[in-house]
């Protein structure tokens, strides 16, 4: 059974950083692009970026670029979303999510069409 969980969301003041993180069990996990998502409050869930499956290369939402973070650690079976300068715009619940390929890039990178599986998701709550 494959399962990613989500953690490390909580409510953080305005201008600090949030690491989050989603450990993946039941699949090989260097076998998958690892993508981020969020759904803020009344929205449709948007891409937040991804990182390969080697760690070698991600890419980011526009609104993502230079304030947000992915990494993993095939080690850990585990992808890290950390977020600094958090704003009450970055209030969501965030979602992890593994695709089968070994990359994607640009608009594919922050489509849902593209992941298969999914985690439950973790809030995160700027206030301000």
């Known amino acids: 059974q494959v399962k990613l969980v989500e953690s490390g969301g909580d409510v953080v003041q305005a201008g600090g950083s949030l690491t989050l993180s989603c450990t993946v069990s039941?699949?090989?996990?260097?076998?998958?692009?690892m993508g981020w998502f969020r759904q803020l409050p009344g929205k449709e869930r948007e891409g937040v970026g991804c990182?390969?499956?080697?760690?070698?290369?991600?890419d980011y939402a526009d609104g993502a670029k230079g304030r947000f973070t992915i990494s993993r650690d095939t080690n850990a079976a585990t992808s890290y979303l950390k977020m600094n300068f958090l704003h009450s715009g970055d209030t969501a619940m965030y979602y992890c999510?593994?695709?089968?390929?070994?990359?994607?890039?640009?608009?594919?990178?922050?489509?849902?069409?593209?992941?298969?599986?999914w985690g439950q998701g973790t809030q995160v709550t700027v206030s301000s």
């Open positions: 990182v390969s499956r080697n760690a070698a290369i991600t």
């Open positions: 039941g699949l090989q996990f260097d076998d998958y692009t």
């Open positions: 999510a593994a695709a089968s390929a070994s990359i994607l890039l640009a608009k594919r990178c922050v489509s849902e069409a593209e992941y298969t599986y």
